[in-house]
């Protein structure tokens, strides 16, 4: 089974950057796909950004779009979220997920980082 987990959450002013990273270990070559998700406070849990394994493909949510990067190191096994032009509504809790197959179609996620984004 795929493990997760997050690094790199912090209290940052608007417009500062901070980059997650999400470091898999345990049945990688099994990966799919990742993506981060994010809840804020009072929120339900939404999509953030997704990257393909294989052929790279990268999936943005339209409030992140230009300002956030997602991308990953193979070698590494860790996926990166590149976060700039920070806005308070970015303040979340920031979790990473994996979509792997082994028997069945799985997906796990990490424990979240929390990001905090003052005016």
């Known amino acids: 089974q795929v493990q997760l987990v997050e690094s790199g959450g912090g209290s940052v002013q608007a417009g500062d950057s901070l980059r997650l990273s999400c470091e898999a270990s345990?049945?990688?070559?099994?990966?799919?796909?990742m993506a981060w998700f994010r809840q804020g406070p009072g929120k339900e849990r939404e999509f953030v950004a997704r990257?393909?394994?294989?052929?790279?493909?990268?999936y943005y949510a339209e409030s992140v779009k230009v300002r956030f990067t997602i991308s990953r190191d193979d070698a590494e096994n860790t996926v990166y979220l590149q976060m700039n032009r920070l806005k308070p509504e970015d303040t979340a809790v920031y979790y990473c997920?994996?979509?792997?197959?082994?028997?069945?179609?799985?997906?796990?996620w990490g424990q979240g980082t929390q990001d905090t984004v003052s005016s």
């Open positions: 997920n994996a979509e792997y197959y082994t028997d069945f179609w799985q997906d796990s």
């Open positions: 990257i393909t394994w294989g052929a790279v493909n990268t």
């Open positions: 345990g049945g990688t070559s099994t990966i799919y796909a």
